[in-house]
């Protein structure tokens, strides 16, 4: 039978099927009246009743699919199908009923008989594949019982008896393969204590993690909380490295949007993890509204940020999206990686300049982007100090020309990426993302769009940032290179930033800076120390750590918040708009832009210099020797 596919039993249920509506049908009878009056008075209906549920029934169930699932995973999604597929199936048996009573086909009907039908049809076809589950996991425990007596599975520590918890412990318990035993949850809800989900008991919460793995023998712990935060996750990875025990956890929240929770995405915990905070907001609901079934453009779509971007951007399903960047590589990483995760969705992969103004007015006229996510930048402090004129054109022109492009083809939404660095700026990266903010903002402002500029401090394991670097020390057998033992940053990874500026760009109509709650700085050591030991080694013993001295362009600390700016929050707790801000006249600006790119092209980065400090208020452009060593 070509139409229930290669699964023989699913055959089988079919033909189970058509008997149990034959047996539903009669029960019913046999139910609603005594046996002896079927006979001669109800013979006839019955028999009709019985012809036309053993050809919808079977049929309905067909088109629901239902012979197209593996019953023994079956789950409360697959009762959903039978109960709709049985309802649907009695609906149409008692339209077909009645209306045969209405054309006198037989006398004597008790309508009783169909509702009665239904709920022996519930049980019989719900029951039976209750049953086939049942006898599945059965032989599958048998075999798994058998398999555990022929080698040694891993006992394994679940942290979590949430859903996440309880979807990786089911399938431990299913797959033999994985060489993994469920010992015990540990979770800090008093409702949870001393209960068991999927037979595997909540032994006690996370402060008894030291005691519980001396006393049951773990071999392994895995962190099943997609929420935890780092302080969480630190906690866990402390007590196993002390006892030498393995440690694992599930990706964060914002990792897992749009994704599924399951033991393939287990991974080794890494530095992101210990950093992590709470997630406190998730909206995804206002993310749709405003991308769903648009033009949707990412520029920088290779870089950290804008690969993120339109991973998330995807989700949501926009009618097209455009990933444009100038390196070829990385776009046709980011295209390759959408593709296979979003077959559904038409991605348009663009290689392209920012600074060249027009290939972009092709590209706009071509494709009518309706919302635009700025990231094309370059962002390297140390490499911008030696490279003004890049800085220039790149950061300022490039931002020029996307804003013009934007206007011209009445782009709905721009959204620019900016810096901590651009606040009161020290160095030429910095001053150039201000700049580029102010021609976001006074456009935003002079032709009354919805252009907006998100502003956060460092992204974990951007490229070119600390934590890649610090990876490839370490594999090499250090040292860490640090610049100042008092160096310290605002982090946040960069699913959770990609994902508070997507919120923030939901926020705007029109002209306004938002910065992102970053929490509280991290000191570079703390960071290159943790590192370390999550290799396995000991820092100062396995691996040192020098000091190199600050690079060109570099202060001891940023400042996320400057005191000469008034705050406010907004609906989003993580996100704070900016309410009042120095921003240059459209003249000047424009005057000042048409400067900068003149001195760039003659050459003359420390004209540059000088301008970038006049022109921005509380600026200090400091002037500095060309280093050949920036990675010192």
């Known amino acids: 039978m070509h139409i229930f596919g290669r699964n023989v039993r699913n055959r089988y249920l079919f033909f189970g099927d058509i008997f149990l509506s034959l047996i539903a049908v009669l029960a019913s009878y046999v139910v609603r009246l005594e046996l002896i009056a079927i006979f001669p008075t109800y013979q006839y209906s019955m028999l009709w009743m019985v012809a036309m549920a053993i050809i919808i029934k079977p049929l309905v169930y067909y088109l629901f699919g239902i012979y197209r699932h593996v019953w023994r995973y079956a789950s409360t999604h697959e009762l959903v199908l039978i109960f709709s597929a049985v309802t649907t199936a009695?609906?149409?048996?008692?339209?077909?009923?009645?209306?045969?009573?209405?054309?006198?086909?037989?006398?004597?009907?008790?309508?009783?008989?169909?509702?009665?039908?239904?709920?022996?049809?519930?049980?019989?076809?719900?029951?039976?594949?209750?049953?086939?589950?049942?006898?599945?996991?059965?032989?599958?425990?048998?075999?798994?019982?058998?398999?555990?007596?022929s080698r040694r599975r891993k006992r394994v520590l679940v942290v979590g008896a949430g859903d996440a918890g309880a979807m990786v412990v089911r399938e431990m318990l299913r797959n033999q393969q994985l060489d993994m035993t469920p010992i015990g949850f540990l979770?800090?809800?008093?409702?949870?204590?001393?209960?068991?989900?999927?037979?595997?008991?909540?032994?006690?919460?996370?402060?008894?993690?030291?005691?519980?793995?001396?006393?049951?023998?773990?071999?392994?712990?895995?962190?099943?909380?997609?929420?935890?935060?780092?302080?969480?996750?630190?906690?866990?990875?402390?007590?196993?490295?002390?006892?030498?025990?393995?440690?694992?956890?599930?990706p964060g929240i914002y990792e897992l949007l749009g994704g599924v929770v399951n033991v393939s995405r287990l991974r080794e915990v890494d530095i992101f993890d210990l950093l992590r905070r709470e997630p406190v907001h998730i909206e995804t609901g206002a993310l749709g509204d405003v991308l769903a079934s648009r033009v949707v453009m990412v520029t920088g779509a290779g870089g950290s940020i804008g690969s993120e971007l339109c991973r998330q951007i995807a989700q949501v399903y926009p009618r097209r999206l455009l990933a444009l960047g100038h390196g070829e590589n990385s776009i046709f990483s980011v295209l390759s990686d959408l593709k296979e995760s979003f077959p559904g969705l038409e991605v348009i992969p663009i290689i392209a300049d920012v600074r060249d103004l027009p290939r972009l007015e092709v590209i706009f006229n071509r494709w009518k982007p309706e919302i635009v996510f700025h990231t094309a930048?370059?962002?390297?402090?140390?490499?911008?100090?030696?490279?003004i004129e890049e800085a220039v054109t790149n950061n300022v022109i490039g931002t020029q020309n996307v804003v013009n492009c934007a206007l011209a083809h009445d782009v709905l939404r721009l959204v620019m990426i900016s810096t901590d660095k651009a606040i009161r700026p020290i160095n030429v990266m910095g001053a150039t993302k201000r700049i580029a903010e102010m021609l976001v903002l006074n456009a935003a402002r002079l032709h009354q769009r919805a252009f907006t500029v998100v502003r956060f401090g460092n992204v974990l394991g951007?490229?070119?940032?600390?934590?890649p670097r610090f990876k490839r020390q370490i594999a090499a057998g250090g040292p860490i290179t640090i610049t100042h033992p008092d160096m310290e940053r605002y982090f946040m990874t960069i699913p959770e930033a990609v994902h508070l500026v997507l919120q923030a760009s939901t926020m705007s109509d029109g002209g306004e800076s938002y910065i992102l709650d970053m929490g509280q700085p991290v000191r570079i050591v703390d960071l290159a120390e943790d590192m370390i030991r999550l290799s396995g080694l000991e820092p100062g013993r396995d691996i040192e750590i020098v000091f190199t001295g600050i690079r060109p362009g570099e202060k001891l600390t940023e400042d996320l918040w400057d005191l000469g700016f008034a705050y406010s929050p907004t609906i989003h707790p993580d996100i704070n708009r900016?309410?009042?801000?120095?921003?240059?006249?459209?003249?000047?600006?424009?005057?000042?832009?048409?400067?900068?790119?003149?001195?760039?092209?003659?050459?003359?980065?420390?004209?540059?210099?000088?301008?970038?400090?006049?022109?921005?208020?509380?600026?200090?452009?400091?002037?500095?020797?060309?280093?050949?060593d920036l990675l010192a």
């Open 90 to 149: 009695s609906m149409i048996l008692s339209a077909v009923m009645i209306g045969l009573r209405a054309v006198n086909t037989f006398y004597g009907f008790p309508r009783s008989v169909l509702v009665i039908d239904w709920l022996f049809s519930m049980g019989f076809i719900g029951g039976s594949r209750l049953l086939f589950r049942v006898l599945a996991e059965t032989a599958s425990s048998s075999t798994d019982r058998s398999y555990l007596h």
């Open 187 to 250: 979770d800090d809800d008093p409702s949870k204590q001393n209960s068991k989900i999927h037979g595997i008991q909540v032994l006690a919460p996370l402060d008894e993690i030291d005691q519980i793995l001396k006393k049951h023998y773990v071999d392994e712990v895995v962190v099943a909380i997609p929420s935890a935060s780092g302080k969480v996750v630190r906690k866990v990875t402390e007590v196993c490295q002390l006892r030498n025990i393995a440690f694992r956890t599930m």
């Open 377 to 387: 930048a370059h962002k390297h402090v140390p490499l911008m100090e030696t490279n």
């Open 462 to 467: 951007s490229r070119g940032s600390v934590v």
């Open 578 to 628: 900016v309410d009042s801000e120095e921003v240059l006249s459209c003249e000047k600006l424009n005057a000042i832009v048409e400067q900068l790119a003149q001195f760039a092209r003659e050459g003359k980065p420390d004209a540059i210099q000088t301008l970038l400090s006049e022109a921005i208020p509380g600026a200090a452009i400091q002037s500095v020797e060309p280093v050949l």
